[in-house]
Nanobody, 125 residues
């Protein structure tokens, strides 16, 4: 499967952005998907994930501000980011894994074999 992330940009603190991840190849409805991010000089970290069944999980730092969603018909996953903070500045990567329906939400990098190229989000305070 190939993943294409888009929607990043430069915004002010408190603004919103919506990231999208379009998939080609594979059977999208079978995918568990997630967003990770990597700030300059830091390790890649978990942001949000959605299981094949639609369950979601968020990092504590984005809980209540970010919302992940998945549209099987459009083969697209999205991350709505509200009330952005300077600490949200990073390259955001989408990831996917084909799973069975009963698999719970996955939050670890090595649980996702397919990755997009990343999209830069810069938040100025």
């Amino acid at each position: 499967v190939q993943l294409q992330a888009s929607g990043g940009g430069s915004v002010q603190a408190g603004d919103s952005l919506r990231l999208s991840c379009a998939a080609s190849g594979g059977t999208f409805s079978r995918f568990a998907m997630a967003w990770f991010r990597q700030a300059s000089g830091k390790e890649r970290e978990f942001v949000a994930a959605i299981s094949r069944a639609g369950a979601t999980r968020y990092a504590d730092s984005v809980e209540g501000r970010f919302t992940i969603s998945k549209d099987n018909g459009k083969k697209t996953m999205s991350l709505q980011m509200n009330d952005l903070k300077s600490e949200d500045t990073a390259i955001y990567y989408c990831a996917a894994a084909s799973t069975i329906l009963s698999v719970p939400v996955r939050t670890k990098i090595d649980e996702y074999p397919s990755w997009g190229q990343g999209t830069q989000v810069t938040v100025s305070s």
